[in-house]
Nanobody
Framework: QVQLVESGGQLVQAGGSLRLSCAAS????????MGWFRQAPGKEREFVAT???????YYTNSVKGRFIISRDNAKNTVYLQMNTLKSEDTAVYYC???????????????????WGQGTQVTVSS
């Protein structure tokens, strides 16, 4: 399985920006679709964004136009650029990879094979 380590979470004011990073182990990173999920206190973990191994991107409606997911296969890293942050974006953000390579989409927690440890994003209003 792929091992994942997130970084970049911190306290930020509403309207600000953050970039999260997720470093993945293994030489087959380029063949894996990657995703970001988040979990707010008292709520279930939810899908945020995904980028396929071929570069296709998908977002949950609440972050469309504000968040951008990208990947650098040379660095085995996936990023989540978060702009115009809102208090409702406050959550622990998790990087995720599916169980198998060449998956076209990763939008359900049940399909995740590997999780990172999470990074806290707190947006103050």
């Amino acid at each position: 399985q792929v091992q994942l380590v997130e970084s970049g979470g911190q306290l930020v004011q509403a309207g600000g920006s953050l970039r999260l990073s997720c470093a993945a182990s293994g030489r087959t990173f380029a063949t894996y679709t990657m995703g970001w999920f988040r979990q707010a206190p008292g709520k279930e973990r939810e899908f945020v964004a995904t980028i396929s191994w071929s570069g296709n991107t998908y977002y949950t409606n609440s972050v469309k136009g504000r968040f951008i997911i990208s990947r650098d296969n040379a660095k085995n890293t996936v990023y989540l650029q978060m702009n115009t942050l809102k208090s409702e974006d406050t959550a622990v953000y998790y990087c995720a990879a599916p169980q198998s390579p060449y998956t076209s989409y990763l939008g359900r927690a049940a399909d995740v094979g590997s999780w990172g440890q999470g990074t806290q994003v707190t947006v103050s209003s």
